[in-house]
Structures are given as C-alpha cells and as structure tokens.
C-alpha cells in the first residue's frame, strides 16, 4: 500500500519494493531459523547448568521417586520451553525487520499531506499493523496470566504483582507495536509545522474577508449566501491539519491491542480464586 497510496514517487517506490523484498528474504531466511533454534537450546542448557531446579518446581516435572524428572518433565524441558522460546525469539526478528523496513520507508521523500482526513499525512494505514499484533497480544497475555493464576492461587503475591504482570505486559506489547511506528515522528512533525502555518495563513484570510462581508454594515440574506458553507468546509480542513497525530496510529487501534492482551488474565482471575468465592459472587 505504501508503493501505490501517491506518497512516493517511482524512484522511492523502487527502493520500496528492493527493501521489502530483502525484509522477506531474512524474515525467511533458514539461518535465522537455524540460529533460533541454536541460541534457544544453548539458553535452555544454560539454565539446567546453572540453575537444576528450576525443571523442579511443579510437582509434576519431579518423578515418582523424586530420583529426576517426570515424562512431563522431560517434555517441558526439551520441547515444550524451547518451542516457546523459538517463537518469542521468532517474532523479535519478525519484529526487528519490521522496524528496519519502517525506518527505510520513513528517510524517503514522503509527499505527506497535513490536511488527509486520517490525521496522519496519509500514513493513517499503517495502524492496522497495530491491530495485527493483537495475536501477539494474547500470547504474551496468555504466556503472564498463567503466572498471574498461580501467584494468586498459591498466595504469592505482592503490592506489586498487578503493576509488574498485568502492566508490564501491557507496556512491552504497546512497546512492541508501537514502537516501530516512531520513525515516522520526524516527518510527521514537519509535515505539520509546515501545514499549521500555510493552512493557518488560509484560514486567517478566510475570516478576515468573511468578518469584512457580514460585519461591514450592509444586510445581505443568509439563507442565500454560500459562504457560511465556504468557511465551515476550509476551517474543517484546517482542523484536521491541526490535529495531525506524530505517530501513525488511532485509539481504536491502541484499545483493541490493549484488550487483546488483558483477555486471557479474565480466566486466570476467576481460576485463581475459589471456587465458593465465585459461586457467592455470582447473582
């Protein structure tokens, strides 16, 4: 969409098209995949080295004989936790190349416009990456809220826990996100200097020669006249230059994010309490 929404011109859309197709190449690459996989084994086995219980802290990771781990234990420890690594560390390179693709984009020559409706020079579109990371969202949601359960089921927890689970998720995923949207602040910001001043001049002549035609003393009939509709249409446009956002991104977007990731601590509250306690509190 980048390539054919008018902001570039060919030679910008040329490189466009070279970026992004060397961000699939590496997104894709199988000695990324390969270093994944290596880098999350070796952090595995550093773990089990450096800290052996920590494969032991369920009971059910522990055998009959407390003698090693159980078949269970065996599966968290060779494929359950490095699948999950595999994937977080997945999506950080997803993530990364984004953000080089982002910043590329962003040093081009964007013919960004103040006054576009979206309130974002035009780059409006680029927010439903945002909503696209609500599957991120919920992972990592679903990922703390466990947590979070067991904290609260086990009597673990401290002041600090809702601040450092249920808003420390919530931080690194906006971050996540968001994040890579912040290389276009600098043209966004000129762009809107640049049009809260022509724009201004505009409107400031637009009511100057509108106060001159019904404030000079002559009676002219209302109904007739199309400049109330003039004036409303230009300081409309005008509005929407001075309300340009610096970062390409909506509530809407921010808020379904958001309640993607707090979704799965809905559950985890309710099995963390007991069960008497639900029952009483439900009419």
């Given at each position: 969409h980048v390539q054919v929404s008018g902001l570039l011109d060919e030679a910008d859309q040329r490189r466009v098209r070279e970026a992004l197709e060397a961000t699939r190449r590496r997104v894709h690459s199988l000695w990324a995949e390969?270093?994944?996989?290596?880098?999350?084994?070796?952090?595995?086995?550093?773990?089990?080295?450096?800290?052996?219980?920590?494969?032991?802290q369920a009971e059910w990771q522990v055998?009959?004989?407390?003698?090693?781990?159980?078949a269970a234990g065996w599966w968290h420890g060779v494929v359950s936790a490095p699948l999950l690594l595999a994937l977080l560390l997945g999506w950080v390179w997803r993530?990364?190349?984004?953000?080089?693709?982002?910043?590329?984009?962003?040093?081009?020559?964007?013919?960004?416009?103040?006054?576009?409706?979206?309130q974002a020079g035009g780059l409006g579109f680029l927010a439903q990456s945002v909503r696209a990371f609500c599957i991120v969202g919920t992972g990592l949601g679903a990922i703390v809220a466990g947590r979070f359960g067991y904290v609260y089921r086990h009597d673990l927890a401290t002041p600090f826990t809702n601040l450092l689970l249920v808003g420390g998720?919530?931080?690194?995923?906006?971050?996540?996100?968001v994040g890579p949207l912040l290389f276009f602040m600098r043209p966004l910001m000129q762009s809107?200097?640049?049009?809260?001043?022509?724009?201004?001049?505009?409107?400031?002549?637009?009511?100057?020669?509108?106060?001159?035609?019904?404030?000079?003393?002559?009676?002219r009939p209302m109904l007739a006249e199309p400049d109330?509709?003039?004036?409303?249409?230009?300081?409309?446009?005008?509005?929407?230059v001075y309300a340009m956002r610096f970062i390409p991104v909506d509530p809407r977007s921010l808020i379904m994010l958001v309640a993607a990731t707090l979704a799965p601590f809905v559950p985890a509250m309710f099995l963390s309490m007991p069960t008497e306690?639900?029952?009483v509190a439900t009419p």
């Open positions: 390969a270093v994944v996989v290596i880098v999350v084994y070796a952090q595995v086995a550093s773990l089990v080295t450096l800290e052996p219980q920590i494969l032991r055998a009959a004989n407390g003698a090693g781990l159980s993530i990364a190349n984004w953000a080089w693709f982002l910043r590329t984009v962003s040093r081009l020559d964007l013919r960004l416009v103040a006054a576009h409706p979206d998720v919530t931080v690194l995923t906006l971050a996540l996100a809107w200097r640049q049009g809260a001043l022509e724009y201004g001049v505009l409107a400031s002549d637009m009511g100057v020669q509108f106060e001159r035609s019904w404030f000079g003393g002559s009676e109330f509709s003039a004036a409303t249409d230009l300081y409309q446009v005008v509005g929407n306690a639900v029952i």
